[in-house]
């Protein structure tokens, strides 16, 4: 049975009064008490079976979706943000988060932040997953069960890991594009580590941005989420996943009503592709635009003061061949009026490479419609290069660094090193145990006083080789050019 937020209000406002108005009232006496005593308080059954309706609905829900939500727990190594680690480049960390699993064979949905850089992942399943597969006889699932990280998507904030189980309870995606403002949504979760945890809001906004130029878009939910929600699911009272639950924005440090989730139609699609690929294929247009504003219609004598005004083109790109001109002014996508970069680039956003996508232009007094197929953004991902380090055999304490051997996953990240062979550095120290100008990470090192090192042990091994003192050249390439790095080792 599905209950609006205002009915909600409205069922709680007549219950009080019903309640009120018992009390005050005088009855008969009942059979040897005084005689202007007063009844306890009766609301009217009619009202009340309202409310246990609604209530029954609740607890159906959080009883149905519970049984797919997990608990994660991750063991990482991170880079420490202060200089006091005692030398450390990289400390260890224990997290813990939630999860949807959103199919019978094991995916689990959750967020980026939960499982970025761990090297153990451990899911433990609802309590009530665990009677039932007592009831089956598999007392497997009474303990945390391993958990092999799938891909994870930075920009969106979501990630995919599996675990080695079938016939399990999972979770549909809801259409979060039907959202309402004052819509009824339940957080489920485990927040500071109180597994099988359920709280009940309403939708706040169904769209808040955060950053002015961030491309993405929360739902914004009074819902109590606190650490520990993250990557567990917002449902509506369907129980559907509307929502990832993500982040709070807090003065003290907990719960202040203001949570925010992923939408579950971006979701679903960043899912699909991690589950598919290990990694998001993400498109563009290939257009750099401006929104306009009264001041840019004016000075530019604009037909129009809304919309965006492609400021570039990307040579030979989506946009260039679909016949897009600089200047003209894009005013719909794929029938959607936009009105602002942000709103355009949120709609990219959720699109896959090769889809096409229908631009409607105002160029001089006349509106077009050009179909431009969309192309992969490109780009490198430094950040990704802390998912593939060993803690233990990527230290280089000479130059208090982490550091990376080129090899193929490597090479999909940064694909146009000038050399096959060398060291990228992944991470470093704040301060530098030498003497002399910082590597920066991304940087790559390939040699040493003219000695070519072709990885993290070579590099290792021809440092360890050289006195205190004594200087040291890296042949370094930063941002495709090739340097000399002069220090003197301490």
Do not use: W
């Amino acid at each position: 049975m599905r209950f609006r937020a205002a009915g909600f209000a409205f069922v709680l406002i007549v219950a009080v009064g019903v309640c009120g108005r018992a009390q005050d009232e005088k009855t008969a006496a009942a059979p040897g008490a005084a005689p202007n005593a007063v009844k306890p308080a009766t609301p009217n059954p009619e009202k009340m079976d309202v409310l246990r309706q609604l209530s029954s609905s609740f607890e159906e829900i959080s009883q149905r979706s519970g049984r797919a939500v997990v608990q994660i727990f991750a063991r990482s190594y991170v880079t420490p943000d202060s200089s006091d680690n005692n030398g450390e480049l990289l400390t260890a960390e224990n997290s813990s988060g939630s999860g949807i699993l959103m199919s019978p064979d094991g995916y689990i949905l959750t967020n980026a932040h939960v499982v970025k850089n761990a090297h153990s992942l451990k899911v433990q399943l609802n309590v009530r997953t665990e009677a039932e597969a007592r009831e089956l006889g598999d007392r497997s699932l009474n303990r945390p069960l391993a958990g092999t990280l799938v891909g994870l998507d930075r920009d969106s904030d979501l990630a995919v890991i599996k675990i080695d189980r079938k016939n399990l309870p999972f979770l549909p995606f809801g259409d979060s594009n039907e959202l309402k403002q004052g819509q009824i949504v339940l957080a489920l979760g485990n927040p500071l580590g109180l597994d099988n945890s359920v709280s009940l809001g309403v939708v706040s906004a169904v769209a808040r941005q955060i950053k002015p130029d961030d491309a993405m878009v929360y739902i914004q939910t009074d819902a109590p989420i606190n650490p520990g929600n993250s990557g567990g699911p917002l449902v509506d009272s369907e129980g559907r996943v509307v929502g990832i639950n993500t982040f709070i924005l807090t003065q003290s440090g907990g719960s202040e009503g203001i949570g925010f989730a992923i939408p579950s139609n971006i979701a679903r699609e960043v899912y699909a592709q991690l589950r598919a690929h290990g990694h998001v294929h993400r498109a563009q247009l290939g257009i750099t635009g401006e929104t306009i504003t009264p001041e840019m219609a004016e000075g530019l004598e604009l037909e129009t003061d809304h919309g965006v005004i492609v400021s570039d083109l990307e040579q030979g790109g989506p946009a260039e061949h679909a016949g897009i001109q600089v200047d003209d002014i894009i005013v719909a996508l794929n029938g959607k009026r936009m009105t602002t970069k942000h709103e355009l680039e949120a709609n990219v956003f959720r699109m896959a490479p090769g889809r096409q996508a229908m631009l409607r232009v105002q160029r001089g007094d006349e509106q077009l419609d050009l179909p431009v197929i969309t192309e992969e953004e490109s780009g490198e991902e430094l950040d990704a290069l802390a998912d593939l380090v060993d803690p233990v055999k990527n230290v280089v304490p000479e130059l208090g660094i982490v550091g990376l051997d080129i090899n193929k996953a490597v090479h999909e990240l940064m694909p146009d090193l000038r050399r096959p062979t060398g060291v990228v550095v992944a991470a470093r120290k704040a301060n530098t145990p030498y003497s002399g100008p910082t590597l920066d990470t991304g940087d790559v090192i390939y040699a040493v006083n003219r000695r070519v090192v072709g990885n993290v042990a070579e590099l290792r091994s021809t440092l360890g080789s050289m006195k205190a003192g004594q200087s040291a050249v890296l042949t370094v390439e930063r941002e495709g050019r090739l340097l000399y790095l002069a220090i003197s080792l301490d």
